[in-house]
């Protein structure tokens, strides 16, 4: 059974940074595409970032390219994602994920369809 767990979430004022963690457990990460999205009350969820299998390609929002990296440590089962420079409209629960598939390269906007795994989530708040 996959598991991922997130951790890393907080409060944080505008202009900080913060990161998220998220350590998977039960599945062959090193073969699986992972992403980032969030989610605010009353809205839909967003994507925020993914990377591939390999780490060799990631592909970020247009809201939050060159502020956010996405990274990943296969002998650590985990992915990351470094938040930089954040803003108020920042402010969600963030959510990764897990690709259906084996050996996705990222080249776009992934579809949430297309992961089948998710995280409990972590709330990141930004203060202005």
Known sequence: ???LVESG??????????????AAFGMLFSRTAMGWFRQTPGKE???VAAISW???STYFA????????????NAKNTVYLQMN???????????CAA????????????YQADFGSWGQGTQVTVSS
Do not use: M
């Open 9 to 22: 979430g907080g409060l944080v004022q505008t202009g900080g940074s913060l990161r998220l963690s998220c």
């Open 85 to 95: 420079s954040l803003k108020p409209e920042d402010t969600a629960v963030y959510y």
């Open 62 to 73: 247009d809201s939050v390219k060159g502020r956010f990296t996405i990274s990943r440590d």
């Open 54 to 56: 390999n780490g060799g």
């Open 99 to 110: 690709d259906k598939s084996e050996f996705r390269t990222v080249v776009s906007a992934p």
């Open 1 to 3: 059974q996959v598991q």
């Open 45 to 47: 969820r967003e994507f």
